[in-house]
């Protein structure tokens, strides 16, 4: 065979071999079929472990319990025992270790997201929770100025 | 049929070697392995969307956002939340603005004023990955970044993740985004560190109604599954043969 035709042959030949010494080193040694199908089960078997370890941050009502006793069972037995403390409050995350305080959202649009009257028919389930239209009901003030979201039957002084 | 002896003792010692190689492949699991396999082999995770019960405040969005790190202001979710207006004219309106992040406040659609009126039915539908038996987006996936667990969430590895978008545009129910932070794809998994933990999605914490819940399919005393099992439900774009594993209840014929 010519020169011409040979030294390019070698020339890819070499780079296909090293990019199959590469592999070796750059592909992960648990990466593989792990499960029966090759289709979707083909990963790196340690990213699983990885997705488990990723933080929590909503860790519900009973976390909540321990220092906040008072609120948590004025809500527990009020009609809005069924919304989460951190549905208002935000994440507590690793609160009080890294935050100290939760950040307080004390407004209206937080309420008018189960509260605000959109007119729809009694098939939709929001029509079945007590609501407001929002321009026509005590424009400018905080709902919580006059309705204590722990226990919205009670009045606040 | 002639045949020597060279060549008999030949074919025999071959046979051997042939019969001998399966065994190999049975191999004695400890009593730890056997008991990981059997474990993995019990939980399939599905979820339950009661569309009756989603009044649109939109607190699944926000929780999702923030437990699962998504820029809170950019335009992307995990999961989000449609709302349908179907009005007596047989037209469907739909909007999810924000998808959903903040609730539905107003009854403007996409700014549009609709006559109270004219309005014969309205609800939410929540819309999350369907967590696929044959997942569109595994397939396509070139390099092995994404994948379906023992426990039927399909995740994204994100250090594998090369970000070609084929995913994205693979998945009908387009449930996939690209990351801004991480430049990979994203997609919910169910909340995995959470289930895998004993605790439910952070979604179906927040949910005050009891619109969204978690399964394990393959438990028959769940009671989600029960209700999976014994009551009428749909799925979503079932004729893609994706075999989705969300469920819904009172699917309406507008939802897309």
Same mark, same amino acid.
Do not use: E, L, M, R
């Given at each position: 065979m010519k020169r011409h035709v040979l030294h390019p042959l070698w020339f890819a030949i070499a780079v296909v071999g090293l990019i199959l010494i590469a592999r070796q080193f750059l592909?992960? @040694? @648990?990466?593989?079929?792990?499960? @029966?199908?090759f289709t979707y089960n083909y990963h790196r078997l340690s990213n699983v472990q990885e997705w488990k370890d990723f933080p929590v941050k909503y860790r519900g009502n009973e976390s909540c319990l321990e220092c906040h006793e008072d609120n948590v069972k004025k809500h527990r037995r009020s009609p809005h025992k069924r919304v989460q403390c951190e549905n208002c409050h935000g994440p507590s995350g690793n609160h009080p270790d890294d935050v100290e305080y939760l950040p307080l959202n004390k407004e209206r649009s937080l309420c008018l997201r189960c509260h605000a009257e959109l007119g729809y028919p009694e098939s939709s389930a929001r029509s079945d929770l007590p609501s407001i239209v929002d321009r026509r009901h005590k424009r400018k003030r905080e709902c919580v100025s006059c309705h204590n979201p722990h226990d919205p039957r009670e009045e606040v002084e | 049929m002639s045949c020597s002896r060279r060549d008999f003792l030949k074919d025999s010692i071959g046979a051997a070697f042939v019969s001998a190689l399966p065994l190999s492949a049975f191999t004695f699991l400890t009593t730890d392995e056997a008991k990981a396999a059997v474990a993995e082999a019990t939980v399939r995770w599905g979820y339950l969307v009661d569309t009756t019960k989603c009044t649109g405040c939109g607190m699944c969005v926000k929780a999702c956002k923030n437990e699962n790190e998504i820029p809170y202001d950019a335009p992307v979710t995990r999961t989000w939340v449609e709302r349908y207006v179907v009005t007596k004219d047989g037209k469907s309106h739909a909007d999810s603005p924000l998808g959903g992040r903040d609730g539905?406040?107003? /009854?403007?659609i996409r700014d549009e004023e609709i006559n109270p009126d004219d309005i014969t039915k309205a609800y939410f539908v929540p819309k999350l990955c369907?967590?696929? /038996?044959?997942?569109a987006c595994v397939q396509v996936c070139p390099v092995g970044a994404t994948y379906q667990t023992h426990d039927g969430v399909v995740l994204v590895d994100r250090e594998w993740c090369i970000g070609c978008g084929y995913c994205i545009m693979a998945c009908p129910y387009g449930v996939r985004f690209f990351h801004p932070d991480h430049k990979v794809a994203d997609k919910c998994n169910f909340c995995y560190h959470r289930i895998t933990k004993g605790m439910m999605p952070a979604c179906v914490e927040s949910c005050?109604?009891?619109a969204r819940r978690l399964a394990n399919l393959k438990d028959p005393d769940d009671p989600v599954t029960k209700i999976i099992m014994t009551e009428r439900v749909a799925v979503l774009k079932d004729e893609y043969g994706t075999k989705p594993h969300v469920f819904y209840i009172g699917l309406d014929a507008n939802v897309r």
């Open positions: 592909v992960p @040694d @648990d990466f593989g079929v792990h499960g @029966d199908s | 539905f406040t107003t /009854d403007k369907n967590q696929c /038996d044959n997942p005050a109604f009891g």
